[in-house]
């Protein structure tokens, strides 16, 4: 698959102090790339280098197969970006505000109508920006970056202190943008569950460091999912089955690490043949909240990173 995006030991230091250490990330095109990390992580920082909003220390940026240091205008022009918080004139309608960034660009003065209808602002007519909820003014913000028809569209954060009206407008927003118009779109977030339901592959960066890097998919692959007994006894349990399964010993309920059906039917049987006596049995799947947090706490060595 075709990389539009690709950095290669992207570092960035303030002062003496590293902020993004050997940063190396592959965004396949047409994919929908979810860049995701706690506060602080360093998202933000990547995205501005990505941008030429702030220099790297030392590495390199390829976007569209040209190296960013020495191609800056020719690639910024088909990159399109909303970082932080979208700029507008409040005082000015939504196509208003349209048509002042269509001037700056010297797009067709159709673009304008067309960018309305696709991020959803058609009905506003001549209803003022400051009277806008957060949620509009965040899809005006991605509007004024589709202006150019950029094939590449970065979004840091742009669900951040959206109620959840305003979430599911700009996911519903960023899936269409992907699928009808075919656009590459990196999106940051700190919420894990927001990248799940938009994203095709997942970045995973944790104080600076990228320590994962795959197919949204591949993520839940990560999860150790048990199934959790109610038995009669559950030392004799313990005995009987240690040397067939592994079992998780930092539950308060016995957990056994598998969700098998075959292998739980077995291990039923088992019990029963010697007299436990078996309550239930109910897996336990992990949720992605659990993945992200094995991921941070396992990703000494870059273990993760493809």
């Known amino acids: 698959m075709e990389t539009i995006v690709k950095t290669t030991d992207l570092s960035k230091y303030f002062g003496k102090h590293q902020v993004i250490k050997s940063v190396n990330l ?13 506060n602080g992580a360093g998202k933000t920082t990547v995205i501005k280098m990505l941008l030429s909003l702030t220099k790297a220390s030392s590495g390199q940026i390829s976007i569209f197969d040209k190296n960013l240091k020495s191609n800056r205008i020719n690639i910024l022009r088909e990159v399109g970006s909303l970082v932080e918080n979208p700029s507008y004139y409040g ?16 797009v067709n003065k159709a673009r304008s109508t067309e960018v309305l209808e696709t991020v959803g602002l058609s009905h506003t007519d001549k209803k003022r920006v400051k009277n806008f909820s957060l949620g509009m003014k965040q899809r005006l913000g991605i509007g004024i970056a589709l202006l150019g028809d950029p094939e590449l569209l970065i979004l840091d954060e742009p669900t951040n202190g959206l109620d959840p009206s305003g979430i599911q407008e700009i996911r519903s927003l960023i899936q269409n943008l992907a699928k009808k118009e075919n656009k590459t779109i990196i999106i940051s977030s700190h919420l894990l ?14 104080k600076g460091r990228l320590i994962y890097q795959d197919r ?10 048990t199934t959790e007994f109610k038995v009669s006894n559950r030392k004799t349990t313990e005995t009987l089955i240690k040397n067939n399964y592994e079992i998780d010993l930092n539950q308060e309920h016995l957990r056994v690490k598998t969700t098998d059906e075959d292998a739980v039917s077995d291990i039923i049987s088992t019990l029963v043949k010697h007299d436990v006596k078996v309550y239930g049995a109910k897996p336990i799947i992990a949720s992605l909240e659990d993945i992200f947090l094995k991921i941070i706490e396992e990703s000494e060595g870059d273990r993760y990173v493809k």
């Not at 505000?97 to 001037?103: G, T």
Request: proline share 4%; aromatic share 10%.
């Open 26 to 38: 592959n965004v396949p095109k047409g994919q929908v790339y979810g860049f995701l990390g706690p």
């Open 91 to 106: 005082h000015l309608t939504a196509y208003e505000n349209l048509e002042v960034f269509r001037r700056i660009l010297g």
């Open 193 to 206: 569950s927001e990248i799940d339901q938009v994203a095709d592959y997942v970045g995973i960066i944790s």
């Open 216 to 225: 949204i998919h591949a993520l839940r692959t990560l999860a150790d999912s």
